[in-house]
């Protein structure tokens, strides 16, 4: 079955740098990959997603880049604000079916 | 138009009693599905409904029972809960490959 490594597991910048969070997948016939958002006790938000026929989808600050070659996916934030310091989540799936999860990533924003 | 809900929000049991956390979805979606997530992890999938009248296991199925009600409902099962069960539940639906939107949760602790 599919397994999903995502790192770092903590990352720390300061307000208004970049944040990068990695992720990889094992089966090459996932071809939906979305990232959630999730605050402290909240339910896990989607940001936003891609789907294996393109490259690179951007939405205002976030953006996330699929290499399907290298089974690989990266989320990138730019100016970081206080309000992005959440945990987040990569998956992999079939057509946004049974979702597998990534272990998360605590990204901490420093003002 | 309330989304995802599910019920109760929080439950403490104690080893071997059971119970039944329940989820509704108004958005007429197909697809319901079951997860747990323990602390500092990712969610993991219980069981999942592709569609009314058809149930089918997940990541860790063991030790939980699902019914698919209707299109709306989708419930989880405890029949003896364990401690090894304390975790956070959420349910989630989708609808064409669409994102999967998920509910509140339900804190459950099994003493």
């Known amino acids: 079955g599919e397994n999903v490594e995502q790192h770092p597991s903590t990352l720390s910048v300061q307000e208004g740098d970049s944040a990068v969070i990695k992720c990889t997948y094992s089966?090459?016939?996932?071809?939906?990959f979305p990232w959630y958002k999730q605050e402290l006790g909240k339910r896990p938000q989607l940001i936003i997603d891609?789907?294996?026929?393109?490259g690179e989808k951007k939405d205002q600050r976030i953006a996330v880049t699929l290499n399907k070659t290298a089974k690989h996916f990266s989320l990138h934030i730019t100016e970081t604000q206080p309000e992005d310091s959440a945990v987040y989540f990569c998956a992999a799936s079939k057509q946004a079916q049974k979702l597998v999860f990534g272990q998360g990533t605590r990204l901490t924003i420093n003002p | 138009n309330a989304g995802v809900t599910q019920t109760p929000k929080f439950q403490v049991l104690k080893t071997g009693q059971s119970m039944t956390l329940q989820c509704a979805q108004d958005?007429?979606?197909?697809?319901m599905y079951w997860y747990r997530q323990d602390p500092g992890m990712g969610l993991r999938l219980i069981y999942y409904?592709?569609?009314?009248?058809?149930?089918d296991k997940g990541e860790v199925p063991n030790g939980y029972n699902v019914s698919r009600l209707n299109k709306r409902e989708f419930s989880l099962r405890l029949e003896s809960a364990a401690p090894s069960q304390t975790s956070v539940y959420f349910c989630?639906?989708?609808?064409?490959?669409?994102?999967?939107?998920f509910g509140d949760g339900t804190r459950l602790s099994i003493l």
């Open positions: 409904s592709a569609s009314e009248g058809t149930t």
């Open positions: 958005m007429n979606h197909n697809s």
């Open positions: 089966d090459s016939a996932s071809n939906y």
């Open positions: 891609i789907r294996s026929n393109v």
């Open positions: 989630a639906s989708t609808q064409g490959g669409q994102p999967q939107h």
